[in-house]
């Protein structure tokens, strides 16, 4: 039987170890234990957030969600940043939308959006106040259908009073005048989002849609592929009506473009020139959030990157439309 290889062991004990075979031995140790010692005072719940945050979540998950934070606090709250948000995944169904996407909008700490067409259709049911419900995923979709129920996992929908409700209502706008042109996916939610705002206030409902927010504030909300949601669809369908409707994802790559050609102009020495000659004013977070509280809900549109302004103008600038 072949004998099993020895492996050295790690000594404690170095003190008869020479100096030089310490450093030929391990020499990046020190460098390597150089992080803070994980040796955390006892929890007494009088903590602050911060310091819950900074000395307790030392490791693993805690140590990302901490470094999140800091991301957040050092890099993103600064006044000359450009903020984009993109999400994906059935965010505005669990109610996210409610309870934490809305709120950044309006806190002006979201410059432009990028979501699933589908995020955006499912935020019209609040808006619309059609009634999104807590079930199980465990639950038999046979049955449920059998009962007009749709379920996203544990999400369950009204399949005619809530989703064919909603596709009725928004074939109808998609018909109205101001639809019925050539444009990008911002202006077409921004659009949308008019009536969203509209809903809300018929409803006696408040702060429960993105696109309402987003259009209230200014904030430009974009899909990286138009005809893969119900919304899609729904433009597909009213083409067949007669319908002028068309959009073009170049108008989105265009714009897109200038938010991060103006941010990467930004922090060089020559940012405000640059950002003056793009026709753009980058406000402060402070003055963001005020823009976005007082906001008439106008948006400026232009498909040259060149030309374009940054986000944060969206909420600054007066209504300037080509």
């Not at 405000?272 to 406000?283: E, G, K, M, N």
Request: hydrophobic share 35%; aromatic share 6%.
């Amino acid at each position: 039987m072949a004998k099993s290889k020895r492996t050295a062991r790690y000594r404690e004990d170095l003190s008869e170890t020479p100096d030089w075979l310490k450093k030929k031995k391990c020499p990046r140790r020190e460098r390597y234990l150089s992080g803070k010692r994980i040796l955390p005072k006892n929890l007494t719940g009088s903590e602050s957030l911060e310091t819950l945050v900074d000395e307790a979540m030392l490791a693993y998950n805690g140590a990302r969600l901490r470094e999140g934070c800091r991301l957040f606090v050092d890099k993103m709250l600064g006044p000359d940043v450009t903020i984009g948000m993109s999400f994906a995944g059935a965010l505005t169904p669990a109610g996210l939308g409610c309870s934490s996407i809305v709120p950044l909008i309006k806190a002006g700490f979201v410059d432009w959006i990028v979501a699933t067409g589908a995020n955006l259709y499912h935020d019209m049911h609040f808006a619309l106040n059609y009634p999104v419900r807590v079930g199980s995923f465990k639950l038999d979709d046979t049955e449920l259908r059998n009962n007009d129920i749709v379920r996203i996992y544990d999400v369950l929908l009204g399949y005619s009073d809530c989703l064919m409700a909603t596709d009725d209502i928004l074939r109808e706008i998609l018909m109205k005048p101001e639809f019925q042109k050539e444009m990008g996916t911002a202006e077409l939610h921004h659009l949308i989002g008019k009536h969203c705002a509209e809903w809300e206030k018929q409803a006696g409902v408040e702060d429960v849609s993105v696109l309402a927010a987003a259009y209230r504030a200014g904030v430009p909300c974009y899909t990286s592929s138009p005809g893969d949601s119900t919304i899609g669809m729904n433009v597909a369908g009213v083409e067949l009506r007669g319908c002028k409707l068309r959009v073009n994802p170049s108008i989105d790559v265009n714009e897109t473009t200038s938010f991060v050609l103006a941010a990467a102009r930004a922090p060089s020495s020559s940012g405000a020139a640059a950002a003056r000659r793009i026709s753009c004013c980058r406000p402060s977070r402070r003055s963001r959030r005020s823009c976005a509280s007082r906001s008439t809900g106008r948006t400026t549109f232009c498909s040259s990157p060149m030309l374009a302004p940054t986000p944060a103008a969206f909420r600054a600038q007066p209504p300037a439309r080509p």
